[in-house]
Each structure stands twice: as C-alpha cells, then as structure tokens.
C-alpha cells in the first residue's frame, strides 16, 4: 500500500509553518489525539532525537517512541516508529508559494507492523485516513490565527 497523503496551503510563511509543525511538542495542539509529548534525553528537533508520543486511540491510551531520521530546515522533516507493534512513518514537505509569503504542506503518513501489529496495519491505517485530515486543518487554522 502506498502512504496516505495530504495537502494543505497555509498563509504563513514557509519559515513559520516548518517551526511550528515540525516541533513534536507542538503536536497536542494540532493533533486531537496526541496527548502528549516527550523529548528522550537532552535531544532537540535534530536528526536521531527521539521523542514519545501518547495517543488516545478509541477508548485507549498508547505510547510509542519515534525517530526524526530527516530535517532539512524550512522544507522537510521526517520521523518514525522504533518501537511498538505498530510503527509510523510520517513526514512534513512545506514548500513556498506567492515568494514565501505563503506555503504548501504535503505530509505523507505510513504504517509498519511487527509481530502481531501486522494484522491491525489496515484498521490504523483506516482511522488515520479518516482523522488525519481534521488534524492539517487545525494546523491550518492554528498558524493562520497568528497572523
């Protein structure tokens, strides 16, 4: 299967947009499900950091710890599951659009089971294509209200 992939244009700046959705700490602010999120260690937003994420799935809470294997500043970031029955794979692509005064925002999100995770690949799958979107146009929202 091929990864579920959105995109969005935000008025704001390339700059402002990378900043803010690329920072996992910012997650519980755009995404409803992330609840909340920790840095492992002294790490930062660097490649090789890595950070834990809780997510309320259903009526249930999970956590699990991802990677930033990417971050090319401005343009791309990219992150994914080390752990779990269940991994991610999500990246962040912002592109400018009218000389930077505003941005395009392509993410791109997959997942990989282990072990018995294989068998719930298509459900997770099923629920991210459905509350992924919600979550962009928060982000949308979020930025667009600072300006």
């Not at 935000?10 to 409803?32: G, K, M, N, T």
């Not at 971050?71 to 009218?98: C, K, Y």
């Not at 930077?100 to 459900?123: I, M, N, W």
Request: no cysteine; net charge negative; proline share 8%.
């Amino acid at each position: 299967m091929s990864a579920l992939t959105n995109t969005i244009e935000i008025d704001r700046p390339p700059d402002e947009v990378f900043a803010y959705a690329s920072d996992p700490l910012h997650f519980p602010e755009w995404q409803p499900d992330v609840l909340e999120v920790h840095f492992e260690g002294a790490g930062g937003g660097e490649v090789g950091s890595r950070f834990t994420t809780t997510r309320r799935i259903g009526p249930d809470e999970y956590t699990m710890t991802q990677e930033i294997t990417e971050v090319e500043p401005s343009h791309r970031f990219a992150a994914q599951g080390v752990d779990g029955p269940i991994r991610p794979h999500a990246s962040i692509d912002v592109e400018p659009l009218d000389g930077g005064a505003r941005s395009r925002v392509t993410f791109e999100l997959d997942f990989e089971g282990e072990g018995f995770g294989k068998a719930f690949v298509p459900a997770v799958r099923e629920l991210a294509a459905r509350g992924a979107p919600a979550s962009y146009r928060r982000l949308k929202e979020r930025l667009e209200a600072r300006g």
